[in-house]
């Protein structure tokens, strides 16, 4: 069974920095594809970036790109977000998710990601 547990959230003002982990254990990661999501109050659950395990190719969300790098340390079997020049509309839960398909996978579509972490918040005050 896939686990993944999130950590690194907190509170920061606007156009600070802090840089999410997500270790993850259970799984075989050959072509795994993983993701972070995020979801603020009233709000859908909205697809950030997704990286391929094989190839570390990464996938961003046009709200994000350029400010957030999605990244990943093979040996420690751990997924990592830094999340840069914040904003107030970044303030959300934020979840790890995983995949067992690099082609299977949308961060458009969350039914496609199989495994997910509890989430960790981040507030980010004006």
């Known amino acids: 069974q896939v686990q993944l547990v999130e950590s690194g959230g907190g509170s920061v003002q606007a156009g600070g920095s802090l840089r999410l982990s997500c270790a993850a254990s259970?799984?075989?990661?050959?072509?795994?594809?993983l993701a972070w999501f995020r979801q603020a109050p009233g709000k859908g659950r909205e697809g950030v970036a997704r990286?391929?395990?094989?190839?570390?190719?990464?996938v961003y969300a046009d709200s994000v790109k350029g400010r957030f790098t999605i990244s990943q340390d093979k040996a420690k079997n751990t997924l990592y977000l830094q999340l840069n020049s914040l904003k107030p509309e970044d303030t959300a839960m934020y979840y790890c998710a995983a995949a067992p398909s690099w082609a299977g996978c949308s961060l458009g579509s969350p039914s496609t990601f199989a495994f997910w972490g509890q989430g960790t918040q981040v507030t980010v005050s004006s």
């Open positions: 990286i391929s395990t094989e190839t570390s190719r990464p």
């Open positions: 259970g799984y075989t990661p050959s072509n795994y594809c």
